[in-house]
C-alpha cells in the first residue's frame, strides 16, 4: 500500500511560479515511476510530467514542456513539479500518482496510487 500527499498548491499570477510537493509513504517509493496529472473543471484529467524511478528519465506533456520540471528526492520519498511561466490554462487541480504497470508514462490506466490533489489557480 502506497499513500501519497500532495503539497504546494495555490494561487499564483500569470507568468508566475509555484511548486508542488507529493510525499509518498508505504511501500518502496524508490523502486517505482511517478507522474503528475491535473484535471480542470469539466475536463478530464490529463498527464502531465512523469519521472523514473531513479529520476534519470523524465517525460512531459507538449503544454507544459520547458515551463515545469518534475524531479523526485528517494531519500525523502517525495516528488517535486516545479511550475514556471504559469498560464490561466494550467489551473486545474494536481495529482500524483504511482506508475505500477505498462509501458506507457502518460496513461493514466497504468498508475494505480493516487493522492487526494491540490488546487493551483492561475490568474491572468
Known amino acids: 500500500q502506497v499513500q501519497l500527499v500532495e503539497s504546494g498548491g495555490g494561487l499564483a499570477q500569470a507568468g508566475g511560479s509555484l511548486g508542488l510537493s507529493c510525499a509518498a509513504s508505504g511501500r518502496t517509493f524508490n523502486s517505482y515511476g511517478m507522474g503528475w496529472f491535473r484535471q480542470a473543471p469539466g475536463k478530464e484529467r490529463e498527464f502531465v510530467a512523469a519521472?523514473?524511478?531513479?529520476?534519470?528519465?523524465?517525460f512531459y506533456a507538449g503544454s507544459v514542456k520547458g515551463r515545469f520540471t518534475i524531479s523526485r528526492d528517494n531519500a525523502k520519498n517525495t516528488m517535486y513539479l516545479q511550475m514556471n511561466n504559469l498560464k490561466p490554462e494550467d489551473t486545474a487541480v494536481y495529482y500524483c500518482?504511482?506508475?505500477?504497470?505498462?509501458?506507457?508514462?502518460?496513461?493514466?490506466?497504468?498508475?494505480?496510487?493516487w493522492g487526494q490533489g491540490t488546487q493551483v489557480t492561475v490568474s491572468s
Open positions: 519521472i523514473s524511478y531513479n529520476g534519470g528519465s523524465t
Open positions: 500518482a504511482v506508475r505500477q504497470f505498462g509501458s506507457s508514462w502518460s496513461s493514466e490506466a497504468v498508475y494505480g496510487y
